[in-house]
């Protein structure tokens, strides 16, 4: 990996508390948030997706969402009618599924019709993913790929996003690092406001601490200022967020341990409530995907003796 740029001028962001779900929000002059009015248990307000670029210059689109007309319409008015690349973070199906009618209505505007224009961008899914999650990309991102093109002011440097593997929430995850503007786009990986769920055998408990400890040095690397989620609030303070939600999660492992050292013979839906019992029970049966997720580091790792 190539050195990552210190950010000298972190810039202010502009995040109003309320949400707003039918015109884009400008958190920097050349980075809006469009929210998706797809709130809901596991998307919190709904899923944001970023526009990055102005219509002069086009614009990079990340997480263009579910297969929502009314938000594709607003994007594709967000962006002016100018799309550079579209980029799924992951396949969930509130992240990637607007990409192809985006890329559509982009398409059929451009004269002559492009075939080749705004690719969309990300990894495959794996084997492992669910059947409501399968993604092929047009062009496959991989850890450390970069995308530039001119800054919008037409005089900083230009803008770079660079590609960051992120497995443990989705096996095909990506976080994506706005550099020079000290913004981490984290997808699902670091959520605003909620835990991300871990859902087994594409979410893997082990491999997603990984990635945090990953995201922790990019950030003390990159002079990362933000984090930028998929759901919820632009977070300040990465590395202090990134190191509670660690803790949050050796903790819920510590607990799942002494629920097992209790009740040896158990199986998870015998400790389900007592590893969770600070959860509301409406949330159990998320929560259990995250313990399955538990159960399996925890064997792979051979921490629990009987
Ligand atoms: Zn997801």
Redesign the pocket.
């Known amino acids: 990996m190539t050195p990552l740029p210190f950010m000298t001028t972190p810039a202010p962001l502009f995040d109003p508390p309320e949400w707003q779900h039918l015109q884009p929000v400008a958190l920097r002059p050349h980075v809006l948030r469009l929210t998706c009015p797809n709130a809901g248990l596991m998307t919190g307000p709904g899923t944001n997706s970023y526009l990055i670029g102005s219509s002069a210059s086009g614009f990079w689109v990340i997480d263009p969402g579910p297969a929502d007309a009314g938000h594709v319409q607003r994007l594709w008015q967000a962006a002016g009618g100018h799309i550079r690349a579209i980029v799924c973070t ?1 396949s ?1 199906p ?2 990637a599924p607007a990409a192809r009618p985006l890329q559509a209505l982009y398409r059929s505007a451009t004269a002559p019709a492009s075939l080749t224009a705004a690719p969309i961008l990300g990894l495959p899914s794996a084997a492992t993913a669910r059947e409501n999650s399968h993604f092929y990309p047009d062009q496959v991102m991989a850890d450390g790929a970069l995308l530039d093109m001119p800054h919008p002011d037409g005089q900083s440097a230009p803008l770079r996003l660079r590609a960051l593997h992120t497995p443990g ?2 096996a095909n995850h990506l976080c994506l690092l706005l550099e020079g503007d000290g913004l981490l786009f984290s ?2 990986h670091i959520l605003d406001g909620s835990t ?1 769920v871990i859902d087994p055998p594409d979410g893997n408990m082990s491999d997603y601490l990984e990635s945090l400890d990953r995201l922790a040095e990019v950030c003390h690397h990159a002079g990362v200022t933000h984090i930028l989620p ?1 759901h919820g609030h632009a977070m300040a303070q990465p590395l202090p967020t990134i190191e509670r939600l660690r803790r949050h999660r050796l903790q819920r492992e510590a607990r799942v341990l002494s629920a097992m050292r209790a009740l040896p013979s158990g199986q998870a839906d015998d400790w389900l409530p007592v590893v969770y019992a600070d959860v509301p029970p409406h949330l159990w049966p998320v929560a259990r995907r995250s313990l399955l997720a538990h159960l399996q580091r925890i064997e792979a790792l051979g921490l629990f003796k009987p």
């Open positions: 992951h969930h509130d992240h929430h989705a997808g699902d991300t998929a």
